[in-house]
Nanobody, 125 residues
Framework: VQLVESGGGLVQAGGSLRLSCAASGSIFSINAMGWYRQAPGKQRELVAAMSSVGSTNYADSVKGRFTISRDNAKNTVYLQMNSLKPEDTASYYC????????????????????WGQGTQVTVSS
């Protein structure tokens, strides 16, 4: 399973960005998808996640500003980020809790976490 992110960039404080992450490969099923971020010198933290049935979880720091959504038919997750602040500056990583398909045994593998390569979001003051 491969995850490819897009949509990062440089934006002024108060602006908006939309991140996208598309999963591809031998996918059997995807449970949760979401976004983490990591700023220099800090630990990676959960930003937002969404289950396959639509339940969501947000970091307190982004509630009311960020919105996560999914297109299950396209195996894609989005993160709409509004009212961005300089402290939102970080590398944003997409993840998926997914089961891939093993064509040799013709059965699904056990669930695993997959990660994208990261996309940089920089918010200037």
């Amino acid at each position: 399973v491969q995850l490819v992110e897009s949509g990062g960039g440089l934006v002024q404080a108060g602006g908006s960005l939309r991140l996208s992450c598309a999963a591809s490969g031998s996918i059997f099923s995807i449970n949760a998808m979401g976004w983490y971020r990591q700023a220099p010198g800090k630990q990676r933290e959960l930003v937002a996640a969404m289950s396959s049935v639509g339940s969501t979880n947000y970091a307190d720091s982004v509630k009311g500003r960020f919105t996560i959504s999914r297109d299950n038919a396209k195996n894609t997750v989005y993160l709409q980020m509004n009212s961005l602040k300089p402290e939102d500056t970080a590398s944003y990583y997409c993840y998926a809790d997914a089961r891939s398909w093993d064509s040799s045994s013709w059965s699904p593998r056990k669930a695993n976490d997959y990660w994208g390569q990261g996309t940089q979001v920089t918010v200037s003051s």
